[in-house]
């Protein structure tokens, strides 16, 4: 499988994750907003599989939900189960 194919499949299990942590944490995604340095369309993106947060961006998010870093990153992956081409 294709690098890029797999990190969509990724992207797409963390941002299912991320969205999870959000519920947890605030109701909405203009409360985010309102308690971090995120609009809700900056965001949104995160959320919605379609960025590619840097470490920056995800210690921001990890403090905007007071976690550590590493439960952004907490969802089962199971890259095994992909063959990147090299």
């Known amino acids: ?11 797409k299990s963390f941002s299912e994750h991320l969205k999870e942590i959000r519920k947890e944490k605030y109701n909405s995604m203009d409360a ?9 369309s ?3 993106k995160f959320e919605n599989g379609k960025g590619n947060p840097t470490i920056e961006t995800i210690l921001k998010m990890a403090s905007a939900f007071k976690i550590p870093p590493k439960e ?11 063959k990147i081409d090299e």
């Open 1 to 11: 499988m294709d690098s890029k194919d797999v990190l969509k499949l990724y992207m």
């Open 72 to 82: 952004l990153f907490d969802f089962d992956f199971d890259i095994e189960k992909y």
């Open 32 to 40: 985010v907003a309102e308690n971090s340095v995120f609009d809700s």
């Open 42 to 44: 900056n965001y949104n």
